[in-house]
């Protein structure tokens, strides 16, 4: 076994140990003793196990050159694989399309009218084959609207432009054709079979990626109608269309927006996709995350590494403890630090009470706000210092997930699509590694959002916006979301912390 996989641990299915067994990680907490300097680096969520021990390997001699040692926690997601693999087919099937433009032309109308149109009467809609025309200029790289600017106020949907929307759209013959095709394909399929399941292996219709739970609304309301109209104008259908035209305008009103047609993506995304784009591969990983610090009957990996660390840190040897994250790997770090902080309160815990991590490290964090703000908050009593390395605005919408289709990074799709809110359903989130959430002060008012922003403010190296050429220790070149555990850069800052 190389030297590198002995420094790894396997976490699989709640975060139980895969192939790295409890004398593994005795092993290696042992090898521990008397060591000056541990980092424990957690990988980003896009990766397979593979690539994880990979990284692992690629990653060991840059620890150790810098006189550190370090403990890898490897675990799988398929995240990326889903992603690459559905988004594509998502965003060019025929509904998805009529969507995209019914959507578009209608917020278009509100959020970028004409001069004059709003103050002269109602909601004026451009025509569709100006829509048309603007959604074109995908096939040739270009992004539909960025060139139009939008208005400092942006008005509400109201309630009689609800109105005629509804009306419109219940007589539009395309979207009633979108429809009948989504509940044919369904009412043709044998009981028992499907074209296509979604990753929890939840029905799907031939004709469409929606998600299997729309799919079964859309053929219930055709098979309660009683005759053949209820599979050519669909109520349900047209309700969810302007709900998400109303999402749309909303997000531009209170600035969370991520510009027009991205958004518009997005929000379709989120009312008729979201179990097929990822959003349950991205909720099971964290909550993988938090499982592995989890008392449970199995073994548990992070609880059980701590175990033994807090009992090795108990016997004197106090080694200055580093902490690293890339992408989801920060939210791993998040729901460490709630461990450390439990343990720490606990009398019965070996931890000691005074044990405290030297450095926390974010590379291009993928986890929310509101999860790494609580952290932050234990700054004082866990740990002495925090950085974070993440690109600028500027950087971050170059580095596009899926060009032409979805001109914006993974940070922005995870804020846009995948994160959901309290009560489970998929909602807007700001992110912790996108600057735009810094930036923007206006959105995203809640106490998290202000407090980590007071946070990072009150110290000018706790951010590092790639690509910067900064002092020792404050450098990135790091243009693309996956290349922060990889720059040179970023791995002399790295190196250059730990030496400190």
Not at 155 to 161: R, V, Y
Not at 344 to 355: E, G, K, N, V, Y
Not at 381 to 407: H, K, S, V
Request: one cysteine or more; hydrophobic letters at 45%.
């Amino acid at each position: 076994m190389r030297s590198s996989r002995r420094r790894c641990i396997h976490s699989g299915t709640s975060g139980r140990l895969a192939s790295t067994s409890t004398d593994d990680v005795d092993a290696l907490v042992a090898s521990l003793k008397d060591r000056p300097r541990v980092v424990l680096h957690f990988h980003g969520g896009l990766i397979d196990d593979q690539l994880g021990f990979a990284t692992a390997e690629r990653l060991t001699p840059v620890y150790e050159e810098a006189g550190a040692e370090p403990v890898f926690f490897v675990w799988s997601s398929g995240l990326l694989e889903t992603l690459m693999g559905n988004l594509p087919r998502i965003i060019e099937e025929s509904v998805f399309q009529t969507l995209l433009h019914r959507v578009t032309r209608y917020a278009v109308g509100v959020v970028l009218p004409q001069p004059g149109q709003r103050t002269a009467g109602p909601l004026s809609a451009p025509p569709a084959k100006a829509v048309a025309a603007e959604l074109a200029l995908l096939r040739t790289g270009q992004e539909p609207y960025a060139r139009r600017p939008v208005p400092a106020d942006v008005p509400p949907l109201g309630d009689s432009e609800r109105v005629r929307i509804t009306a419109e759209l219940s007589a539009d013959s395309e979207l009633a054709d979108r429809n009948r095709e989504i509940v044919g394909s369904v009412l043709r399929s044998a009981p028992g079979t499907t074209a296509a399941r979604d990753i929890d292996g939840g029905r799907a219709a031939v004709a469409t990626l929606m998600s299997p739970d729309t799919v079964a609304e859309l053929a219930a309301e055709a098979a309660g109608g009683g005759n053949r109209r209820a599979l050519v104008t669909s109520a349900l259908l047209v309700r969810r269309t302007v709900r998400v035209i109303a999402a749309v305008v909303s997000r531009f009103r209170h600035r969370t927006d991520h510009g027009l047609y991205p958004t518009v993506v997005e929000e379709i995304l989120r009312e008729f996709y979201v179990a097929n784009v990822g959003a349950a591969i991205w909720d099971a990983m964290k909550r993988q995350t938090a499982d592995t610090f989890a008392e449970a009957a199995e073994v548990r990996a992070g609880r059980y590494f701590l175990d033994r660390f807090g009992a090795l840190l108990a016997s004197g040897t106090r080694p200055r403890v580093s902490v690293v994250g890339h992408s989801a790997g920060a939210v791993l770090i998040g729901n460490l630090l709630t461990e450390l902080a439990r343990r720490r309160a606990d009398a019965d815990d070996p931890l000691p009470a005074d044990f405290r991590v030297r450095d926390v490290v974010l590379l291009a964090p993928a986890c929310t706000v509101s999860h790494l703000a609580p952290a932050v908050r234990l700054q004082g009593e866990l740990f002495d210092r925090l950085r974070m390395f993440t690109m600028t605005d500027e950087a971050e919408r170059a580095d596009q997930l899926l060009p032409p289709l979805y001109p914006r990074s993974l940070l922005y799709f995870v804020s846009g699509v995948l994160e959901r809110g309290p009560a489970g359903h998929s909602a807007l989130a700001p992110i912790a590694g996108m600057q735009r959430w810094y930036t923007n002060d206006g959105a995203f008012g809640e106490q998290d959002s202000a407090d980590l922003r007071a946070f990072l403010g009150a110290d000018a190296q706790r951010t590092v916006w790639s690509p910067v050429d900064g002092e020792p220790g404050l450098s990135s070149g790091a243009r693309s979301h996956a290349a922060f555990d990889n720059d040179p850069e970023v791995l002399a800052s790295l190196a250059r912390m730990l030496a400190d």
